[in-house]
T-cell receptor, first 116, second 116 residues
Framework: AQSVTQLGSHVSVSEGALVLLRCNYS??????LFWYVQYPNQGLQLLLK??????LVKGINGFEAEFKKSETSFHLTKPSAHMSDAAEYFC??????????????FGRGTQLTVWP | DTGVSQDPRHKITKRGQNVTFRCDPI?????LYWYRQTLGQGPEFLTY????????KSRLLSNRFSAERPKGSFSTLEIQRTEQGDSAMYLC??????????????FGEGSRLTVL
């Protein structure tokens, strides 16, 4: 069974500090991987995705993530946090690359708080 | 606004009542998904449509739940004889065929159900 583990349900950083949100997946074959962000009272929005091209993926708002097959990880980072980054972040996996279905498996989410 | 829209945004009902949620996907998207999100959890897949055909249903979708997409455009999710455990945010997402190969979904803002 596919699973996604997000370490840390809450992460707090100061404005300007490094943001690191952790995601590990379980899959026998490297899947497609995604990070979605959910701002209060809004729908989930795609932040970035890995689809087997470059292992370092750049997304919106200065976020990036690196796919590490040996560690089965896809951690999300941002060099300098901004107050507007406060939101909930979800890691998701699409396990079957050959499938035309779009079913995603989501982690439990990490709530990011940014202190002034 | 040409995004995914859901209605109602909030629904409070008494246990045992029936409720129906509507989702209008992005107009050119042929694929539509329903997910459920409870507090502290990531979105969980419920069901998926390609055009009007319901192609996949999760075990989470008990026989009290039914979803339709009669003309391949909007979709409805009905819950009969609601239970307190049905309290959750119901998310709708859509995608265009080719985007589904990489799993990118576009989410609505969700319909929050509270069962008293």
């Amino acid at each position: 069974a596919q699973s996604v583990t997000q370490l840390g349900s809450h992460v707090s950083v100061s404005e300007g500090a490094l943001v690191l949100l952790r995601c590990n997946y379980s899959s026998s074959v490297p899947p497609y991987l995604f990070w979605y962000v959910q701002y209060p009272n809004q729908g989930l929005q795609l932040l970035l995705k890995y689809t087997s091209a470059a292992t370092l993926v750049k997304g919106i708002n200065g976020f990036e993530a690196e796919f590490k097959k040996s560690e089965t990880s896809f951690h999300l980072t941002k060099p300098s946090a901004h107050m507007s980054d406060a939101a909930e972040y979800f890691c998701a996996v699409k396990p079957n690359r050959g499938s035309t279905l779009g079913r995603l498996y989501f982690g439990r989410g990490t709530q990011l708080t940014v202190w002034p | 606004d040409t995004g995914v829209s859901q209605d109602p945004r909030h629904k409070i009902t008494k246990r045992g009542q029936n409720v129906t949620f509507r989702c209008d996907p992005i107009s050119e998207h042929n694929r539509l998904y329903w997910y459920r999100q409870t507090l502290g959890q990531g979105p969980e897949f419920l069901t998926y449509f390609q055009n009007e055909a319901q192609l996949e249903k999760s075990r989470l979708l008990s026989n009290r739940f039914s979803a339709e997409r009669p003309k391949g455009s909007f979709s409805t999710l009905e819950i009969q004889r609601t239970e307190q455990g049905d309290s959750a945010m119901y998310l709708c997402a859509s995608s265009l065929g080719q985007n589904t190969n990489t799993g990118e979904l576009f989410f609505g803002e969700g319909s929050r159900l509270t069962v008293l």
